[in-house]
């Protein structure tokens, strides 16, 4: 079975430019999570989708960051302008439950490096 | 403050001894307890969880043991492997976080062949 998609895998890019990174949760999972890994802050939560409808996105950095769930199947986060500061692995992950008293299924994460 | 603390951050085993994580929380409330481990160039994977009404739950050569009291659980794991090496997370539901799981800040365990 296909687990949860994203891409790219990584991606480098110049400050000031957009970034968009996608997501393909597993078929039937009805919640979409977003991650940040840095060594400094670990896993950060920046926004989760339930049905498809955000939930909480108190976790975003700030208004450079929007994240959308069109539909079940995918969701995207754009980060416009980027900076250096942004420079992290980007996981997503989804499931079955809300609030996931469950397992979270992560994908394998985009890394993003901004110069 | 971190709502769920863990130690150490990097531990150290020779393979066929015994390593153990442990997570403390902040929230008397919190009910669901998993652990996640993370290898080089992949994304968090669940390896055993624990909810509140139980105090210790074994898998193979894992184990997790929770004390509501004192509010802490611990990763044990047995026979280490070679194959055990990776970045291991403890995580917990947060009230405060609206029940969504909050992690730990990662243990990177390394087994010494």
């Known amino acids: 079975d296909a687990g949860v998609i994203q891409s790219p895998r990584h991606e480098v890019t110049e400050m000031g430019q957009e970034v968009t990174l996608r997501c393909k949760p597993i078929?039937?999972?009805?919640?979409l999570f977003w991650y940040r890994q840095t060594m400094m802050r670990g896993l950060e939560l920046l926004i989760y989708?339930?049905?498809?409808?955000?939930?909480?996105d108190s976790g975003m950095p700030e208004d450079r960051f929007s994240a959308k769930m069109p539909n079940a199947s995918f969701s995207t986060l754009k980060i416009q302008p980027s900076e250096p500061r942004d420079s992290a692995v980007y996981f997503c992950?989804?499931?079955?439950?809300?609030?996931?008293?469950?397992?979270?299924?992560f994908g394998e994460g985009s890394r993003l490096t901004v110069l | 403050g971190e709502n769920v603390e863990q130690h150490p951050s990097t531990l150290s085993v020779q393979e066929g001894d015994s390593a153990v994580i442990k997570c403390t929380y902040s929230d008397s409330a919190s009910n669901y307890f998993p652990w996640y481990k993370q290898e080089l160039g992949k994304g968090p994977q669940l390896i055993i969880d624990i909810r509140s009404n139980v105090g210790e739950k074994k898998d193979q050569r894992i184990a997790v043991t929770l004390n509501k009291t004192a509010k802490h659980f611990s990763l044990h794991i047995t026979e280490t492997q070679p194959e055990d090496s990776a970045v291991y997370f403890c995580?917990?539901?947060?009230?405060?976080?609206?029940?969504?799981?909050?992690f730990g800040g990662g243990t990177r365990l390394m087994v010494k062949p």
């Open positions: 078929s039937g999972h009805n919640s």
């Open positions: 989708f339930n049905n498809n409808v955000p939930i909480d």
């Open positions: 995580a917990a539901t947060l009230n405060n976080a609206g029940n969504m799981l909050t």
């Open positions: 992950a989804s499931s079955l439950n809300y609030p996931p008293t469950g397992e979270l299924f």
